[in-house]
């Protein structure tokens, strides 16, 4: 068991520049969540996938954000157009049995 | 709309004692709570859980209290460690949606003092 892995642990974008993060969930996991924290908040939900299909998406996740997950393994976040306001902790967090979330260390991404 | 609270931004506690720490939610369809500790760069580390059928959950020096009339629960860590500081969430959901789409209130920040 190698946990949940994240990548980058840092991101520094320019503003309007397109970025993506990868989550590599623990094995056997077949619920993964996206979570955003900016200072001094609890985490966000953002989506959330069971194995391939997201089944859910917070009205927090604008149309510059796509996530995915091929063949139900690791995904993907991206943001297009990167604004100010996307700085923040953007946390993975994977699950076998629902009711015990596994969370990565985060990307922390900051735009300029 | 806050629909998980923690109306205490930080708590300070000298080492050996208890530490509480408190939390409250206003959507009555929360049935499963989850406490989690998150150190400064690394994400959240999952404590203890408890579901609304409980009143109370156990685990070593955590113990978790539901209040489900009041939508309060409780934090307690017995003895308290300088290792215990850290900021504390707690985070509340429906199970009965599937999801498990997890509400985080903001987060409490315990200083256990040596």
């Known amino acids: 068991d190698t946990g949940v892995s994240q990548d980058p642990r840092h991101k520094i974008t320019k503003r309007g520049q397109n970025v993506t993060f990868r989550c590599d969930p623990i094995s056997e996991h077949n619920r993964l969540y996206w979570y955003r924290q900016t200072l001094g908040q609890g985490p966000e939900f953002l989506t959330y996938f069971q194995n391939e299909a997201q089944l859910e998406k917070s009205r927090l996740l604008s149309d510059r954000f796509s996530a995915e997950r091929p063949k139900g393994s690791f995904s993907t976040l991206e943001i297009q157009r990167t604004e100010q306001g996307d700085s923040a902790m953007y946390l993975c967090?994977?699950?076998?049995?629902?009711?015990?979330?596994?969370f990565g260390s985060g990307t922390q991404l900051s735009v300029l | 709309d806050q629909q998980v609270k923690q109306n205490s931004p930080s708590l300070s506690v000298q080492e050996g004692r208890i530490s509480i720490l408190n939390c409250d939610y206003t959507?009555?369809?929360?049935?499963?709570f989850l406490w989690y500790k998150k150190y400064p760069a690394e994400g959240p580390t999952f404590l203890i859980s408890?579901?609304?059928?409980?009143d109370k959950n156990e685990d070593g020096r955590f113990t978790v209290f539901l209040n489900k009339s009041a939508k309060h629960l409780s934090l307690h860590i017995v003895p308290s460690q300088p290792g215990d500081s850290a900021v504390y969430f707690c985070a509340a959901t429906t199970a009965t949606s599937g999801t498990y789409k997890y509400i985080f209130g903001t987060g409490t920040r315990l200083k256990v003092l040596a």
């Open positions: 967090a994977s699950s076998l049995r629902p009711a015990k979330l596994f």
């Open positions: 959507n009555s369809m929360f049935d499963y």
């Open positions: 408890i579901s609304s059928i409980k």
